[in-house]
């Protein structure tokens, strides 16, 4: 039985177990990538929130 399974997960909050493990399971590839500006807002880290965060913790350390 062949699968082939993408996983994409812009939060990073999925888990693979890794049978082979501690070496590396030569069936599966990882790739690491940075989210762009669409996942961000979808997960709610857009530029403008982190900097409104920001301000807001600047403000409440005054």
């Known amino acids: ?9 812009p939060a990073g909050n999925s888990y693979l ?5 501690p070496e590396d399971d030569p069936n599966m590839k990882i790739e690491y990538y940075e989210r762009n500006q669409e ?5 709610g880290i857009s530029e ?4 409104e965060e920001k301000e807001r913790k600047e403000k409440a350390q005054n």
Do not use: G, S
């Open 1 to 9: 039985m062949n699968i082939h399974l993408i996983l994409d997960d």
């Open 48 to 51: 403008e929130m982190i900097a």
């Open 17 to 21: 177990q890794n049978v082979y493990a």
């Open 39 to 43: 996942q961000n807002e979808e997960l």
